[in-house]
Each structure stands twice: as C-alpha cells, then as structure tokens.
C-alpha cells in the first residue's frame, strides 16, 4: 500500500505523516516513512541541486528530469521492495508534486510529464493521496518561520524564495488534480488546528483500511 501526502510549503506534510505512522504503530501495521525528493542516498545528492537557492538558472527541463531521476531510484530501490515485502510506504510528495510545480506552475506540457511519468512509474500509483490544502500567504509564513528558527534547512530554500502567484498555481493546481481524480485525492483543510487534520486524515484511512481487508 502506497500513501502520499502532498501540499505547498508549510502546509504541515511532516506533523501529519506522524500522526499517521502513530497510528499505524498502534495497531501493528508495518510501514515506513520516505519522502521525495531525496528518499535515497543517491536521491539525497538529486535534492540538493534541486533545492539549492543558488541554483537560479536551472532550466525548468532540467528540473524535471531531475525530479524524474530521483524518483526512478526510489521506487527502484525503496518503494517497489517495501511495498513487495507487505509494508505500507508513507511518502512525503510523489508524482502530483511533478504535474503541479513543473507542469501546471512552470508550464511543462501535462502530457509530456504524464508520459514521463508512465515510463518512471510502470504503473505504481498510490493508493491514497492527501492534499493539505492551505493558503499560500499563510503557509510561506510558516515556512519562513521555520526556516528562520533553524528546523528546515536554508540550504533547501529554492521553492520558498519564489513569488506568492507561483504558491497560489501550486495550490490551484492540486484542487485541479483532486477534481480529476475523486477517488484517490482526499483534501483536507490544513488551515485547521493540526489535531483535527489528524483527525480527518485517520477517519479516511481507516475507511480506506477496512475496504482493502
Ligand atoms: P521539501 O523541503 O521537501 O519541501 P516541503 O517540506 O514543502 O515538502 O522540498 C521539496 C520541494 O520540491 C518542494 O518545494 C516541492 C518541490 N517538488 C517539485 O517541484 N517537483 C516534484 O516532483 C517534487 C517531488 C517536489
């Protein structure tokens, strides 16, 4: 089973992916937490290009195979054997990252990246994917707090130093991917006290539990 978890910047992706493995802890579910990009060691080496403020010229080709080469190592050497050895793989952005920031935001034709990400994927789609829908204004200014206060890294600081439009078509284009696509999206309001978008999130999963039994 593949959960992702998708969202602008500081819209609480990493407190909700405690909860959920909380939950899963609490009744004997076997599961990992991974994250894109950088899930692996070689993807760790792709994310730091790739959010480098420095890195102001990369073309937007260039950062999409980029984000396409990180993934090809981790669903090659992490996803497909956990999933294969019965484990649920919680990831911290997956695909819809690529479709909305390189396709809807920086304009990369949708159906090259859907393409693209057919040949990376060989059909791996996650099972449930969560949208923690915030507005922009609110979440670069927890970003930036926390970026300020040392808990995320200034190193890794390219995507918060873009302009608030360009969080906005991030935005929009998640709750565009969410109407594509009902039954794999949950959106959940992340403006919310971050207990009660727990709350909301363990609710579907639980459904979504109970149907795969
Ligand atoms: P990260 O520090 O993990 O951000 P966050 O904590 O907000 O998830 O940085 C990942 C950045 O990379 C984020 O700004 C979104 C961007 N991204 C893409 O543009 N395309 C992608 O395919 C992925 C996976 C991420």
Same mark, same amino acid.
């Not at 923690?132 to 918060?160: M, V």
């Given at each position: 089973?593949? *959960? =992702?978890?998708?969202?602008?910047?500081?819209?609480?992706?990493? =407190? !909700?992916?405690?909860?959920?493995?909380?939950?899963? !802890? /609490?009744?004997?579910?076997?599961?990992?937490?991974t994250?894109?990009?950088?899930?692996?060691?070689?993807?760790?080496?792709? &994310?730091?290009?790739?959010?480098?403020?420095?890195?102001?010229?990369?073309?937007?080709?260039?950062?999409?195979?980029?984000?396409?080469?990180?993934?090809?190592?981790?669903i090659?050497?992490?996803?497909?054997?956990?999933?294969?050895?019965?484990?649920?793989?919680? %990831?911290?952005?997956?695909?819809?990252?690529? =479709?909305?920031?390189?396709?809807?935001?920086?304009?990369?034709? *949708?159906s090259?990246?859907?393409?693209?990400?057919?040949?990376?994927?060989?059909g791996?789609?996650?099972?449930?994917?969560?949208?923690?829908?915030?507005?922009?204004?609110?979440?670069?200014?927890?970003?930036?707090?926390?970026?300020?206060?040392?808990? &995320?890294?200034?190193?890794?600081? &390219?995507?918060?130093?873009?302009?608030?439009?360009?969080?906005?078509?991030?935005?929009?284009?998640?709750?565009?991917l969410?109407?594509?696509?009902?039954?794999?999206?949950?959106?959940?309001?992340?403006?919310?006290?971050?207990?009660?978008?727990?709350? /909301?999130?363990?609710?579907h999963?639980? &459904? %979504?539990?109970?149907?795969? /039994?």
């Open positions: 089973m593949l *959960i =992702t978890l998708e969202g602008i910047e500081g819209s609480g992706k990493t =407190t !909700q992916i405690d909860y959920i493995a909380s939950y899963f !802890q /609490k009744f004997g579910l076997d599961y990992i937490i994250k894109e990009p950088g899930g692996t060691v070689i993807g760790e080496k792709i &994310r730091s290009i790739l959010l480098d403020p420095g890195n102001i010229n990369i073309h937007p080709m260039t950062e999409l195979l980029l984000y396409a080469a990180d993934r090809v190592q981790h090659k050497e992490l996803i497909n054997p956990m999933i294969e050895s019965g484990k649920i793989v919680i %990831c911290d952005r997956f695909y819809d990252s690529t =479709t909305v920031y390189q396709g809807f935001t920086r304009g990369i034709d *949708i090259l990246i859907q393409q693209l990400n057919r040949l990376v994927l060989e791996l789609a996650p099972d449930m994917t969560f949208i923690l829908d915030l507005n922009p204004e609110i979440g670069l200014k927890r970003a930036w707090k926390q970026i300020n206060d040392g808990s &995320r890294s200034e190193s890794e600081t &390219r995507f918060e130093n873009e302009k608030l439009q360009f969080h906005e078509s991030v935005r929009n284009g998640y709750l565009a969410a109407r594509q696509e009902p039954d794999r999206f949950v959106v959940v309001d992340a403006s919310m006290d971050p207990v009660k978008v727990g709350e /909301k999130i363990l609710e999963l639980g &459904r %979504c539990l109970e149907k795969q /039994k």
